[in-house]
């Protein structure tokens, strides 16, 4: 295995531990949280969803504020559109413009920014770009977090 990778590996596994160490925040509560790192959103004790940021802060609050967009809040958006699907809304082959112009879809979409908002969260302070990037996936088949499926839209 490349030695670079070798290391970035231990290093995420470093940092996953040091994320598993720091207390929840509730959403909102983001003073004194580095510039850049990861994330990790969770209802009750469950993870659900993990991100990175080069602007933490900005980034946590653009998932649930109530003026986001499907673009700058894709984590409520996913969370809309599975509210939606389990309606039985046609959700299949449905860009997010479209999804977010019928109102049912926009009302479930507010919904899911309230739940966001509702949620905890952990934040660690991670600069690499490449750890970022990395530590992303690692984190999340680590702790299984249901609602990142890294599929590009």
């Known amino acids: 295995m490349n030695q670079r990778f070798q290391e970035i590996v231990r290093e995420c596994q470093q940092r996953t531990s040091e994320l598993m160490g720091m207390p929840s925040r509730p959403w909102g509560e983001f003073s004194s949280l580095p510039k850049s790192g990861m994330y990790v959103f969770y209802e009750g004790e469950t993870p659900v969803y993990v991100g990175r940021s080069n602007r933490l802060k900005g980034r946590l609050a653009e998932h649930a504020r109530p003026s986001s967009t ?27 413009s479209d999804l977010e112009r019928v109102p049912e879809s926009s009302r479930l979409f507010g919904a899911a920014k309230e739940r966001v908002r509702k949620m905890r969260y952990r934040a660690v302070a991670v600069e690499n770009q490449l750890v970022q990037t990395l530590l992303e996936v690692y984190i999340h088949l680590e702790l299984g977090t249901k609602h990142n499926d890294f599929s590009t839209h």
């Not at 499907?70 to 997010?96: D, I, Q, V, W």
């Open 70 to 96: 499907h673009y700058s809040a894709p984590f409520a958006f996913n969370l809309a559109k599975e509210a939606a699907a389990n309606r039985g809304m046609p959700t299949e082959g449905k860009g997010r």
